[in-house]
């Protein structure tokens, strides 16, 4: 596609429930990145692949928190026991070479997630 | 203190005003800066792109860095109602694979364009 597609863009989930987020990056882009943005801050890193391989995942705040991307092109986030703290919106982006090489950096939407 | 500190306004000024934003930052390995648009509800949008020292100007935004002083700055001339948004400053290290290759993000400087 044309850019970075995110869904769903919206989820209310009940305290305790798990809830799963796609990312669809640029086509083609090796680099796919996961950052959390809570209200009022910029984003924060959580997680990096390059592929399929996921090279770092030092921005997870929990194992409740868990990232996949099995063929190297769409990838899931998925939470487990959400929390209201959780409650922020979850922002993916693709590169096209690897980290740290300088490409700029597109961003999709994001998916607004509020934990009640 | 953070590595990116960014002042989050909110910062409103008239049209055709000359806008100002910057920020500072205390990691000496960042070698590449970016300022982002983000409109409300909306994702991040890549405005400037700079590498190193120095200015880059596109069209009414002129991106300037002065890595001696670990302070970057954009500039938007002639501003218009639709520049109303929170401009976020960000930047990373030049390190393949590893940690630093991160964006690292300022707060955002919320920013409203009077008519």
């Known amino acids: 596609g044309a850019g970075v597609s995110q869904s769903p863009r919206y989820k209310v989930a009940k305290r305790g429930q798990d809830v799963a987020l796609r990312c669809d990056p640029i086509s083609g882009h090796v680099s796919l990145f996961w950052y959390q943005q809570a209200l009022g801050q910029g984003p924060e890193f959580l997680t990096y692949?390059?592929?399929?391989?996921?090279?770092?995942k030092s921005g997870l705040p929990s194992d409740r928190f868990f990232a996949e991307r099995p063929e190297g092109s769409v990838s899931t986030l998925k939470i487990q026991r959400t929390q209201q703290e959780d409650s922020a919106v979850y922002l993916c982006a693709s590169s096209l070479a690897q980290r740290g090489a300088g490409n700029t950096i597109y961003f999709g939407e994001g998916s607004w997630l509020t934990v009640v | 203190q953070k590595e990116v500190e960014q002042d989050p306004g909110p910062l409103s000024v008239p049209e055709g005003a000359i806008v100002s934003l910057n920020c500072t930052y205390s990691?000496?390995?960042?070698?590449?800066f970016m300022w982002y648009r983000q409109y409300s509800r909306k994702g991040p949008e890549l405005l400037m792109y700079t590498y190193s020292s120095g200015n880059k100007e596109d069209g009414r935004f002129t991106a300037q860095v002065d890595k001696s002083s670990k302070y970057i700055s954009l500039f938007i001339r002639d501003s218009q109602p639709s520049d109303s948004a929170t401009y976020l400053c960000a930047m990373s290290a030049f390190n393949y694979g590893g940690s630093q290759g991160n964006l690292i993000f300022g707060k955002g400087t919320k920013l409203s364009v009077k008519p």
């Open positions: 990691n000496s390995a960042f070698q590449y």
């Open positions: 692949f390059q592929n399929e391989a996921q090279l770092d």
